[in-house]
């Protein structure tokens, strides 16, 4: 972790819950859970940085198989900015209850409420994909998908929405 805002605690199986500090890494299994106010940024491997914003959880899921498939985490509730720094690295893929989004060298962020889904893409592309349906997301464009795993139609996000998750995700994002 290379920032920490407020409260966090992160855990892992066989091992008891400790505060989020600069310096902890997560490793495989580990989940992080930020309370009302709180942001925690991560450095990771290839270039990428995620942001989790307040009253959010994610479990890291690790290094899926083989050398070239993405990194992945499970984001359960609120919301996480990812943001990539070079094209180097495999990615990575976030899954949450309704959506599967992946992605490389590109800056987006996804939130998770009552098991909802809503993806923005700031820059790049990225692919998210549903039970029986997919899309590609462009700049400036986002998708919702309901609790049930209906996609939404792909639409240009309006200034007030994108605000929206720049507040939850802040200076990091």
Do not use: Y
């Not at 409260?7 to 091992?15: D, I, L, W």
């Not at 479990?59 to 943001?83: H, K, S, W």
């Not at 959506?99 to 996804?110: D, K």
């Amino acid at each position: 972790m290379t920032r920490v805002e407020g409260q966090a605690v992160v855990s892992a199986r066989g091992v008891d819950a400790q505060p989020a500090v600069i310096g902890l890494g997560l490793g495989l299994n580990a989940k992080l859970r930020t309370e009302a106010e709180a942001r925690v940024t991560m450095a990771c491997s290839g270039g990428l940085e995620i942001v989790v914003g307040p009253e959010s959880e994610i479990d890291v899921l690790g290094l899926l198989e083989g050398d070239t498939r993405p990194f992945g985490l499970r984001l359960i509730d609120g919301i996480a900015g990812f943001l990539f720094s070079s094209e180097d690295g495999n990615g990575v893929q976030v899954r949450t209850p309704s959506a599967v989004a992946a992605v490389r060298s590109t800056e987006w962020a996804m939130q998770v409420e009552s098991d909802a889904s809503a993806i923005f893409t700031r820059e790049g592309t990225v692919f998210v994909a549903v039970d029986d349906a997919d899309a590609q997301l462009g700049p400036g464009e986002g998708v919702d998908v309901s609790p049930s795993g209906e996609m939404g139609s792909v639409a240009r996000w309006g200034q007030a929405r994108i605000e929206e998750f720049d507040v939850l995700l802040g200076a990091e994002w």
